[in-house]
């Protein structure tokens, strides 16, 4: 979502560096509607640790403000690069994991936790990625879930991210020259209504279509779309392309 959102916005002739803290900024108050969504599916589903979830959201909300301040003051260029590597990078390792592990030890020591919402929670905040794309990863690889598991915790954490992302995307972005018509700092609500709603139902089929799947289909689907977007936010896919 964020990548379509800038690359749109760059068609009005919105500013670079403006375009792309508000796609940043209003994806993650669109995450916000279907982290709650989907976190509800997959509670049915007893997909969802709540524990690790909370521990990981707590520290990951408060350092995604830290990265939606951040993001305010770097520019289109750069964002966009760290947007690619980080998402190129979560791909790979997601990869040369399974998707179903063997292990039923879940460890019950906080840290990781923490260490794990530092990080989901600055990139969250910094990329604009909710934190699916950070979190699960890390889920999956650090914290030894299994697929659907770490979708459904990633989720619930997410609800903590994105809250907090887009209000710091709304603090930073207050009064600042060159918004587009009904932003509210980084956030645009127009595009908030025209998104927020269809990805609230498509979210909700989704996450049903995703519970009945192989989860190794899934991580590799997943696979897929991270290394696309990650590919062209860099430029990669454009100079491959023309």
């Known amino acids: 979502m ?3 959102q800038y690359w749109l916005l760059q068609e009005t002739g919105l500013q670079h560096d403006i375009a792309i803290r508000i796609a940043f900024g209003t994806t993650l108050f669109v995450v916000l509607l279907n982290a709650i969504n989907v ?3 997959y509670h049915q589903k007893n997909a969802v640790l709540w524990k690790q ?8 909300s ?3 403000f830290v990265g939606a301040a951040v993001a305010s003051y770097l520019s289109a260029s750069i964002l966009s690069t760290i947007f690619g590597i980080v998402v190129i990078i979560g791909a790979v390792r997601t990869y040369f994991t399974p998707a179903v592990t063997e292990t039923k030890y879940i460890s019950s020591n906080p840290l990781p936790y923490i260490f794990s919402g530092i990080f989901i929670g600055f990139f969250s905040g910094l990329l604009g990625l909710g934190g699916g794309v950070i979190g699960i ?3 999956l690889i650090f914290l030894h879930l299994d697929m659907r598991k770490a979708i459904g915790t ?6 903590f991210t994105s809250f907090s992302g887009s209000i710091g995307y709304i603090i930073n972005g207050w009064g600042k020259a060159g918004l587009p018509s009904y932003s509210v700092g980084y ?8 998104l927020a709603f269809p990805a609230f139902l498509a979210a909700k089929n989704g996450a049903k279509i995703a519970h009945l799947m192989n989860p190794e289909h899934l991580k ?3 696979i897929v779309i991270m290394l696309y977007f990650g590919l062209k936010m860099i430029g990669v896919v454009d100079r491959i392309l023309y």
Not at 53 to 60: E, K, L, M, S, W
Not at 154 to 159: E, F, G, K, Q, T
Not at 187 to 194: A, F, K, R
């Open 53 to 60: 979830a909370t521990i990981i959201g707590i520290f990951g």
């Open 39 to 41: 976190t509800h599916i």
């Open 154 to 159: 990633s989720a619930a954490v997410i609800i």
């Open 2 to 4: 964020s990548p379509v």
């Open 220 to 222: 590799h689907l997943f």
């Open 62 to 64: 408060i350092f995604s």
């Open 187 to 194: 956030v645009n609500l127009l595009n908030w209504i025209l």
């Open 137 to 139: 990863p890390i889920m």
